[in-house]
């Protein structure tokens, strides 16, 4: 049995006993189901995105809120015309509770996602705790007491009031958007989210726009959320600021991270365990304990504090490794059509593609680039070597737009780069390897590499969540695989990333740099911890790129490798350009032989 079909035969098995079960039993699942969807929105934004909310039930809340508004205040759906019973209001609500979110996500997103390190859950926080108190103090909400009279749903001729008919309808849109979050997560706008976790620097070489991307998921989470709190509106037909508060934030977080922070599945696992947990010391810790004192949020607090220690990746992946025993994946379909992806004409051999003026860079007191110039031309390999400390990396990053020059131009194609992104540089044909590496560890060496085909493809989120974008992923990812086994890691394509020996994990690097399909390519320290067999590969490969008219920057310190397949070699020196030309003008320089005998470098 596939893990598919296991699935859809517990799907199946769900909707099918529906009608059977005991209401208690109903009544929980929905209860999982609400919780569900606010989890699965902060899998993505926690777990995937690497971005942790500690706000979620505000959002809920929001949700809630504006429908339970716009349903049971007259004058709002006079406003749009309507008669106070019409069966319409639940959705306008339902609309109205979207904008709202969308809106405020939107803009508390813009301001404290640019917050960094402990201040974005801070941030969280404390937009938890107004809103909560906002709702409360509210006149027109009801203020504490909250507001009654919700209508239930209806759906055509049908009207959802009991617990088993809302929550046939909860666990539809859950499983529904399962699929279709789990579609997202296997396409290009899916690795793009994956890379913001890595930080910003990779993604954006990558062409991802970070800070975009980091919005789109926090608005999708927020409508997640929104989406919980509607439903949970027209199914307690009342709302109150209770179930909105800071607490039930971090229960939220709580089960997204126990179930498995970052599988959408685990948000299910972590809201039914929760739900079931909290539900079960109720009952049983005032008859063990002989009071009725609150003590399940104590011994609530040191179970998770227990599963947290012992799982640190929350349960889902233990659970799905011993579903993996059991169950087979199935191969993915393969697309039948490939849609093409965008090709870059290289520019004439000979042309200068990069060009660098007078560039410096001062890090306070030290001048780290002091006017560099450099020219990389189309068909030619350019080295620039120099003791550590001399400047190199420093320099990479000025001129792929990951930091920008203190003085100084830089040219790309013609274009002035200056203080542009390296979103830009990848897109104008600029793409690069980073001394310490920047792989996503837990994905596949194709997925990796698919990332450099970025701004190759098109697809957005929707159509990736409607699978409409299956003739380019599968065009992705033959030119992933293609770009692999050209640089001879074929056999380990669909290994994870962190499995490969640091060496290899420098060619992934260079693999998906030339998925970007580059004019320039810039590699930094490329051959560091290959065996010899291997740099003679690496050698090879690069001499080829060459004579396909790419224009390549690399820095390296095996002299040897330099050497052999240099075509010009600048030379740095605290910063500074000591020496330029052929291999051999560069060699017998008296200042580069005192510069390499004065400090030998170690690497
Ligand atoms: P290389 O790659 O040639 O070994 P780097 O470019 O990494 O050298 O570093 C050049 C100098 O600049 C070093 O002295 C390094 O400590 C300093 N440096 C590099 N990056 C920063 C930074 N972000 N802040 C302060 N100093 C830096
Ligand atoms: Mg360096």
């Not at 006149?139 to 001729?157: C, D, K, N, R």
């Not at 009207?159 to 666990?171: C, F, I, P």
Request: contains cysteine.
């Amino acid at each position: 049995m596939t893990q598919r079909q296991f699935t859809l035969c517990a799907v199946v098995l769900l909707f099918g006993v529906w009608g059977l079960l005991p209401e208690f039993t109903v009544t929980k699942l929905n209860y999982i189901g609400l919780y569900a969807l606010v989890a699965v929105g902060l899998v993505m934004l926690t777990g995937v995105a690497g971005m942790t909310s500690f706000g979620q039930a505000a959002f809920v809340g929001l949700g809630a809120y504006a429908t339970a508004w716009f349903c049971t205040v007259p004058a709002a759906s006079a406003l749009l015309g309507l008669a106070p019973d019409s069966t319409a209001l639940p959705w306008i609500g339902l609309v109205l509770g979207f904008f709202l979110s969308a809106t405020v996500a939107w803009i508390l997103g813009s301001v404290t996602l640019r917050l960094s390190g402990h201040y974005l859950p801070l941030g969280t926080i404390a937009w938890g705790l107004s809103l909560y108190f906002l709702f409360g103090n509210l006149e027109f909400l009801g203020g504490h007491t909250g507001m009654g009279g919700v209508p239930p749903l209806t759906l055509g001729s049908l009207t959802l009031r009991s617990v088993r008919e809302l929550g046939l309808l909860t666990w539809s849109v859950l499983l529904l958007i399962l699929w279709a979050l789990h579609n997202l997560l296997d396409s290009r706008e899916g690795r793009a989210i994956r890379a913001l976790k890595t930080g910003r620097v990779m993604a954006e070489s990558m062409g991802v726009d970070t800070a975009r991307y980091r919005i789109k998921v926090f608005v999708l989470a927020a409508l997640l959320a929104s989406l919980s709190g509607w439903l949970y509106a027209h199914l307690q037909r009342f709302v109150n600021p209770t179930p909105f508060n800071l607490n039930i934030g971090i229960e939220y977080l709580f089960m997204a991270v126990v179930g498995g922070a970052g599988h959408l599945w685990g948000a299910l696992l972590g809201a039914a365990l929760i739900t079931l947990m909290k539900q079960y010391l109720q009952d049983v810790l005032p008859s063990l304990l002989g009071t009725s004192g609150n003590f399940e949020g104590i011994v609530f607090g040191l179970l998770m504090l227990l599963v947290l220690q012992r799982f640190s990746d929350g349960l889902w992946p233990s659970l799905a490794r011993l579903a993996n025993r059991y169950l087979r994946v199935a191969p993915a379909a393969s697309a039948k059509a490939l849609r093409a992806l965008s090709q870059r004409t290289l520019p004439d051999k000979g042309t200068v593609v990069l060009s660098a003026r007078d560039v410096s860079k001062r890090f306070g007191g030290l001048l780290a680039n002091n006017k560099v110039n450099l020219d990389v031309r189309a068909g030619e390999i350019h080295a620039l070597i120099g003791p550590n400390g001399a400047g190199k990396s420093t320099f990479f990053n000025l001129i792929s737009g990951v930091d920008d020059p203190t003085s100084g131009t830089v040219h790309l194609l013609g274009r002035d780069m200056k203080t542009q992104s390296s979103r830009v540089f990848a897109g104008a044909g600029l793409c690069r390897t980073f001394q310490h590496v920047r792989l996503l560890g837990p994905r596949s060496v194709l997925d990796n590499v698919a990332l450099g085909a970025h701004l190759r493809a098109h697809s957005g989120w929707l159509a990736a969540m409607l699978r409409l974008d299956r003739g380019e992923e599968a065009a992705l990812m033959q030119e992933a695989q293609r770009q692999i086994e050209r640089c001879g890691l074929g056999p380990q394509a669909n290994d994870t990333a962190a499995s490969l020996a640091l060496g290899q994990q420098r060619i992934v690097e260079i693999a998906r740099a030339l998925a970007g399909q580059p004019s320039v390519l810039l590699l930094d320290e490329p051959a560091a911890g290959l065996p010899h067999q291997e740099k003679v590969a690496l050698a090879q490969l690069l001499t080829q790129l060459r004579s396909e008219g790419m224009a390549i920057l690399v820095v390296e310190h095996d002299m040897e490798f330099v050497m052999n397949i240099a075509d010009r070699i600048t030379v740095l020196e605290f910063g500074q350009v000591i020496a330029h030309g052929t291999a051999a003008q560069v060699q017998v320089d008296p200042k580069v032989v005192a510069a390499y005998l004065g400090g030998v470098d170690g690497d």
